[in-house]
């Protein structure tokens, strides 16, 4: 989404954007890149050399890279990779704007924070943008979705995340503003609005202080607040809501979720272990007992709710107790969709500075697959039961002899998808509802049929 803005800037200064092309052929190539976790690292690390070696047979003619790998390292890419022509980071991409701008149409207000991983070739074009306003962005997502980011930041500081050394204080974008970017949107044609923010659950704690932090625990999230208004603009067909966090979660959040049909049964949040032990290990500020009972509390208040949540296994001091009382609770909890990732080190974090990496590599890998495979077993089982019922389904794509879409229940590019076979006659249309009839299901995916 960040990236989408630079972009709509470059272009508002003169410049023609292409998106990830696979072999750019612009001017200028722009690598926006990733730098929370080592894997992130490395992909952004090779797309560099991929360019810079681009660069050597003549094929672009400046590399710029730009991101939270710059912010977070510039001085070391600097000496080890003097092929790249400029370094910006995560808060000064509007320099980059400034140096390769041709006019002077860029919005001086643009806040542009996370990137994420991609690469933007730019060339000179003719055709100059009036300028445009600050919350709009070149949508490299398909027509019918985008992402809206809410907050940048987190306060958390979970023993083993990098994100808040990079990102800074959490900081709220004001109301007005996002929903005057949520009515630009749905003027392009945007239906679904995938929320994110670092830290869902403190949206609005950092704004209107004084007024709104006065009484501890009282009216201080405007999360609820926030989605109850989006959903009453016209044209927001869905509202789906990722990365909440699960100490301070504002309930009043499940009332508006089961208020409004376009706010989506789903909740994205991460709650990274069960323990007791771990979840003091990690500094997530919660215990098991507190955590289960936000569960229950969230099914019991929106029936029916998909809980995507993602784990984190080979934290330093983990001990098969602790692994073998989160496998008993990924069973028993059944979560609809799950994610699992292994412990790496970051530098500068509480966990790299006060603990040791103790759980090999080997263990970590075994215990992800693990997991996994206990959520595969769920998925299908849990899945199995939309046979015979009629979701309502947006059209991603059409491949093959399959139009594929998606439920109120998945997001985009990382859920389950719904196939639906189809005829050459009539394509469903792209980015269009139909009511879909579940023929089968497997454990992460769902056919059907368009009634
Ligand atoms: S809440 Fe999320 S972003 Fe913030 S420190 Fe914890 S894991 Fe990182």
Not at 31 to 44: H, L, Q, R, V, Y
Not at 184 to 189: E, I, K, R, T
Not at 201 to 219: A, C, N, P, T
Not at 311 to 335: Q, S, Y
Request: charged share 30%; hydrophobic share 35%; glycine share 6%.
């Amino acid at each position: 989404m960040d990236a989408e803005r630079v972009m709509r800037q470059l272009e508002a200064a003169g410049w023609r954007c292409v998106h990830d092309a696979e072999e750019p052929k612009g001017e200028v190539c722009v690598i926006n890149t990733c730098g929370f976790i080592g894997d992130a690292k490395e992909e952004s690390i090779n797309m560099i050399l991929q360019m810079a070696e681009r660069k050597k047979k003549g094929k672009l003619k400046k590399l710029i890279v730009m991101g939270c790998l710059s912010e977070r390292y510039r001085a070391e890419l600097e000496a080890e990779l003097p092929e790249v022509d400029a370094y910006y980071g995560k808060f000064d991409f509007m320099n980059m704007v400034s140096a390769l701008s041709s006019s002077k149409t860029f919005c001086p207000e643009l806040r542009l924070r996370v990137p994420n991983t991609l690469r933007t070739v730019l060339s000179e074009d003719k055709r100059l943008l009036e300028g445009c306003s600050i919350y709009e962005r070149h949508l490299t997502t398909p027509k019918h979705y985008a992402y809206l980011k809410i907050s940048e930041g987190c306060n958390r500081m979970c023993s083993y995340c990098a994100i808040p050394l990079i990102t800074g204080r959490h900081t709220s974008r004001p109301k007005e503003e996002i929903l005057e970017e949520v009515r630009w949107l749905v003027s392009q044609g945007v239906k679904e609005l995938n929320v994110i923010a670092q830290d869902l659950s403190s949206y609005g704690l950092d704004l209107y202080k004084g007024e709104r932090l006065k009484v501890k625990g009282e009216g201080k999230h405007l999360l609820p607040e926030l989605v109850d208004e989006m959903a009453q603009i016209e044209g927001v067909e869905w509202i789906r809501l990722h990365y909440a966090y699960p100490t301070d979660f504002p309930e009043a959040l499940l009332d508006v979720m089961a208020k409004h049909k376009n706010v989506c049964k789903y909740l994205d949040i991460a709650l990274q272990h069960c323990t007791d032990h771990m979840l003091g290990l990690m500094r997530r500020h919660i215990t098991r007992e507190e955590q289960d009972k936000l569960i229950r509390k969230i099914r019991e208040k929106v029936p029916g709710i998909c809980i995507r949540t993602t784990l984190l296994v080979g934290h330093p001091g983990e001990t098969e107790e602790d692994f073998e009382e989160l496998k008993a609770w990924v069973k028993e909890m059944r979560f609809e969709r799950m994610g699992c990732f292994a412990y790496s080190d970051e530098e500068g974090t509480y966990a790299n500075k006060h603990y040791k990496d103790d759980v090999p590599q080997e263990v970590k890998d075994a215990r992800v697959a693990e997991l996994m495979a206990i959520q595969q077993e769920i998925s299908g089982e849990l899945m199995g039961k939309f046979v015979g019922k009629t979701e309502r389904v947006i059209i991603d794509r059409i491949e093959g002899d399959y139009a594929i879409g998606r439920t109120q229940f998945d997001s985009p590019e990382v859920d389950c998808e719904v196939l639906i076979t189809v005829s050459g006659e009539r394509l469903p249309v792209i980015g269009d509802f139909y009511d879909v009839k579940i023929t089968k299901a497997e454990e992460f995916d769902l056919y059907g049929e368009i009634i």
